[in-house]
């Protein structure tokens, strides 16, 4: 990680940048006096702040993070979370909140997982500590460029009913592996701009929603009486095993003991 600070009040300047490989704690209650952009490219967690409650996040996202508003984030399992990220402040990035561009009420944006996107930002975190005088002026417009660029592509329209069309897909038959960006393709769309409109409408990314109403599978089929290796092959898990892990990671306690608590019978 590169550190700098401005030494001139009102100056525009990328004030830090860094990798963070293998995350293992989450980022508690901070609240930055300035910008800054997180950048997830391995594994997931969650995002949280007071004015927007909880949000999932997963590789290819990226968390604006506010001057005073109090935020958190960080990986649901100790590790799974790599991110690069820079800080910034001053007049550039204040018009971007101030022309609507990024806001408070938007904070994780969707642009993908993209090579190029990588690229960009390994330039500025091997720039930051080399770039001096006017020179921070250069680095301060990149920032500001790559940050104005992200959320206009966030802004761009989606096609009408693409969520609803996807969801019926995501829905049917969860017995059955699906690929999803051939799912996007056959709704005409790339799996990227999916992905953002499945963030913008229901908060969630479409693998995780498929997940979710897998979860509410298992559920159902607990209810009924069925076994672990039953549900797993109806509700679309390899197996017991890897069913008893999903579940747990989404609801919070193994099956066995959610049927005890929920329904007072226990699993056979």
């Not at 996107?117 to 020179?135: E, T, W």
């Not at 038959?173 to 709704?187: E, K, W």
């Not at 979860?215 to 076994?227: M, N, P, S, V």
Request: glycine content about 10%; some cysteine; charged content about 25%.
């Amino acid at each position: 990680m590169r550190f700098r600070e401005s030494v001139q009040a009102g100056r525009s300047l990328v004030s830090g940048a860094g990798w963070i490989r293998d995350k293992v704690n989450a980022c508690q209650g901070r609240d930055f006096r300035a910008y800054a952009c997180v950048y997830l490219t391995a594994g997931a967690g969650s995002y949280h702040d007071v004015r927007n409650g909880r949000q999932d996040v997963a590789a290819g996202d990226l968390l604006v993070l506010f001057p005073g508003l109090v935020h958190s984030y960080g990986p649901l399992t100790p590790g799974d979370w790599t991110e690069v990220w820079f800080g910034c402040h001053g007049p550039l990035f204040a018009a971007l909140e101030g022309e609507g561009l990024i806001a408070r009420d938007r904070p994780v944006l969707h642009p993908g997982l993209d090579e190029g996107l990588i690229a960009r930002f390994d330039a500025l975190v091997a720039q930051v500590d080399r770039r001096a005088g006017a020179a921070d002026a250069v680095l301060a417009a990149q920032a500001h460029l790559l940050l104005a660029e992200l959320a206009t592509a966030e802004a761009a329209p989606t096609p009408t009913g693409l969520v609803a069309r996807a969801r019926t897909a995501l829905e049917s038959d969860l017995r059955t592996p699906l690929d999803l960006p051939a799912l996007a393709r056959r709704l005409g769309v790339g799996y990227d701009t999916l992905r953002r409109a499945f963030h913008r409408e229901l908060g969630t990314s479409p693998g995780r929603w498929r997940l979710l109403r897998r979860i509410e599978r298992a559920k159902e089929l607990l209810a009924d009486g069925a076994t672990l290796d039953d549900i797993a092959a109806q509700a679309g898990f390899c197996d017991r095993f890897f069913l008893a892990r999903q579940f747990r990671a989404v609801v919070g306690m193994p099956p066995g003991r959610w049927r005890e608590e929920t329904l007072g019978r226990p699993l056979r």
